[in-house]
């Protein structure tokens, strides 16, 4: 868990090493006239910065962002918080800032405190996920073997809890619930992951969370694929249930890391892009299964809406390639 001392951007390198930019900041998004939508699924395939790396022209600017440690867990780590910071900069129609880093690890905005706060962050093996909501958003992703999580059922449900326990890879996505809302609350396993109950089954649809020390615990839905589970813990503006969150539409991006050599053709950097989700593939699988579960409900409202919105006016995009 990242320590709450201050540090460079993790987007910024001293030099010479060549810095982390983004091509999304300063414009913000329009689409097509119709309302922002209340939740973002923001994802970003570990192939493609694989892919990237192995690129004769790139290997150097990537290896210099995850230089620190001389571990690819530094790159992730860092490209990650690049992410998370380029969409909140696309909230403010600014550049990408500062992150703040809290006791409790979460990066987020100057001026924003770690429970509910408006982004999160969160990444497996093979993917990385960012969700953004108004009213604060959490995320967590696994694709640990279900039996290993399984195996450690005691670590995170009561003696009650366990035996209600949902059999086969269910269970990993119990684990992702709790993960997600012990990360909204700002204080990460410090919640206790024990202590964090839902009012229903959060694979199955939008329920309310229960945590001792959160004044307002979020509301939990969590998505699965055949290989991963994708869990969002999302804010509510009251609570009275359900009902309160105005979020009718979810919209996924698709992220792909890109080399700019710049004007000499030299000392390149390494920036994100938006990008077209592949016809198949892993990461459009879990970006078909985000857009499957809608939005938290509002209360007096008809069907909600799920908009996949890949490409942004004025931005550039570089279809890439989906890795299966």
């Given at each position: 868990?990242?320590?709450?001392?201050?540090?460079?951007?993790?987007?910024?390198?001293?030099?010479?090493?060549?810095?982390?930019?983004?091509?999304?900041?300063?414009?913000?998004?329009?689409?097509?006239?119709?309302?922002?939508?209340?939740?973002?699924?923001?994802?970003?395939?570990?192939?493609?910065?694989?892919?990237?790396?192995?690129?004769?022209?790139?290997?150097?600017?990537?290896?210099?962002?995850?230089?620190?440690?001389?571990?690819?867990?530094?790159?992730?780590?860092?490209?990650?918080?690049?992410?998370?910071?380029?969409?909140?900069?696309?909230?403010?129609?600014?550049?990408?800032?500062?992150?703040?880093?809290?006791?409790?690890?979460?990066?987020?905005?100057?001026?924003?405190?770690?429970?509910?706060?408006?982004?999160?962050?969160?990444?497996?093996?093979?993917?990385?996920?960012?969700?953004?909501?108004?009213?604060?958003?959490?995320?967590?992703?696994?694709?640990?073997?279900?039996?290993?999580?399984?195996?450690?059922?005691?670590?995170?449900?009561?003696?009650?809890?366990?035996?209600?326990?949902?059999?086969?890879?269910?269970?990993?996505?119990?684990?992702?619930?709790?993960?997600?809302?012990?990360?909204?609350?700002?204080?990460?396993?410090?919640?206790?992951?024990?202590?964090?109950?839902?009012?229903?089954?959060?694979?199955?649809?939008?329920?309310?969370?229960?945590?001792?020390?959160?004044?307002?615990?979020?509301?939990?839905?969590?998505?699965?694929?055949?290989?991963?589970?994708?869990?969002?813990?999302?804010?509510?503006?009251?609570?009275?249930?359900?009902?309160?969150?105005?979020?009718?539409?979810v919209e996924v991006h698709r992220w792909v890391p890109d080399l700019d050599l710049g004007a000499d053709g030299g000392g390149g950097s390494l920036r994100l892009v938006r990008a077209r989700l592949a016809p198949s593939g892993e990461l459009t699988e879990l970006a078909d299964a985000v857009g499957?579960?809608?939005?938290?409900?509002?209360?007096?409202?008809?069907?909600?809406?799920?908009?996949?919105?890949?490409?942004?006016?004025?931005?550039?995009?570089?279809?890439?390639?989906?890795?299966?």
């Open positions: 868990m990242p320590d709450a001392r201050a540090e460079h951007p993790p987007w910024v390198m001293p030099a010479p090493m060549p810095a982390l930019v983004s091509r999304a900041g300063a414009e913000r998004r329009g689409h097509g006239g119709g309302p922002r939508p209340g939740l973002e699924c923001h994802l970003l395939s570990l192939a493609d910065l694989a892919a990237l790396r192995r690129d004769p022209d790139a290997v150097d600017a990537v290896d210099a962002v995850g230089r620190a440690g001389g571990r690819n867990r530094t790159l992730v780590r860092r490209v990650g918080r690049l992410l998370l910071a380029t969409v909140l900069a696309d909230h403010h129609a600014a550049a990408p800032g500062v992150l703040r880093v809290t006791a409790g690890g979460r990066p987020v905005a100057p001026g924003e405190r770690a429970e509910g706060a408006r982004a999160g962050i969160a990444h497996d093996g093979g993917v990385l996920v960012v969700g953004f909501h108004p009213a604060g958003c959490a995320v967590d992703v696994e694709d640990t073997p279900v039996s290993l999580i399984a195996e450690v059922a005691g670590r995170f449900c009561g003696t009650a809890e366990r035996r209600s326990l949902p059999a086969g890879a269910a269970v990993r996505g119990v684990w992702t619930a709790k993960e997600a809302v012990a990360k909204y609350t700002g204080l990460g396993l410090r919640a206790g992951l024990r202590t964090i109950t839902f009012d229903g089954d959060p694979l199955a649809g939008w329920v309310r969370s229960h945590h001792p020390g959160t004044r307002r615990p979020p509301l939990c839905r969590v998505v699965a694929t055949g290989r991963r589970h994708l869990a969002f813990a999302v804010g509510s503006s009251s609570s009275s249930g359900i009902g309160s969150v105005a979020a009718p539409v499957a579960v809608a939005a938290p409900p509002r209360t007096g409202t008809g069907p909600q809406r799920t908009r996949t919105s890949l490409t942004s006016p004025g931005t550039t995009t570089s279809p890439g390639r989906e890795h299966p």
